[in-house]
């Protein structure tokens, strides 16, 4: 089952989340591309914790079970096909949505250094998309009526979700097989 932004706002409102679903999935695929990973319950832990609730409702508790399963499935997709979590023009204007895009970078950062996987300096690509994630999520419409925000906020969207699979490809390689392989030798 995908899940759709609008619902989940909606569910966000009733709940009294403090912050909102972009940011949660924002953590969420942080922390999952720094190559951890969390039971259910220690997930619903972090969620209510990021969320600011103290118990979290059956139907949210719910949503956010498979908002996990879906961000594990997704990014470990081979065909590429993780999405950030995010308002489309129809629920939201191009405003609301960059704000949205930079909770969701926020959270992305926040996930990453909740996980504690990342103890060194990352690679120089890890590095760079971290950085543009940081930029992003510091992002906002400076002129609401210029024509070309829309188009600036789908590269801004693209590319943190390629910045976040490169993050994911960077800590998630499977370890290498070594049956039947024997070393080479050198003569």
């Known amino acids: 089952m995908a899940i759709e932004y609008p619902e989940l706002a909606d569910l966000w409102e009733e709940s009294g989340c403090f912050q909102t679903p972009s940011a949660l ?3 969420l695929s942080g922390y999952l591309a720094s190559g951890a990973r969390l039971a259910p319950e220690s997930w619903l832990k972090e969620a209510a914790d990021y969320l600011e609730v103290d118990d979290l409702p059956e139907a949210l508790s719910k949503a956010v079970i498979d908002m996990y399963v879906q961000v594990v499935e997704q990014l470990s997709a081979e065909d590429m096909d993780f999405n950030l979590l995010l308002p489309d023009d129809e629920e939201a204007d191009v405003d609301e ?3 949205c895009l930079a909770q969701w970078s926020k959270g992305f950062l926040d996930g990453i250094g909740a996980s504690g996987k990342l103890t060194r300096t990352p690679d120089k690509d890890v590095f760079e998309v971290l950085q543009d994630l ?11 009526n210029d024509p070309d925000n ?10 943190a979700r390629v910045a976040a699979m490169t993050v994911f490809y960077a800590y998630n390689q499977p370890a290498p097989s070594t049956s039947g392989v024997s070393p080479k030798t050198l003569h």
């Not at 940081?134 to 609401?144: N, P, T, V």
């Not at 829309?150 to 590319?159: F, I, K, Q």
């Open 97 to 99: 949505q960059v704000e």
């Open 134 to 144: 940081d930029a992003f999520s510091q992002a906002h419409i400076e002129d609401i």
């Open 150 to 159: 829309a188009e600036l906020y789908l590269g801004l969207t693209e590319h």
């Open 25 to 27: 999935h924002g953590w």
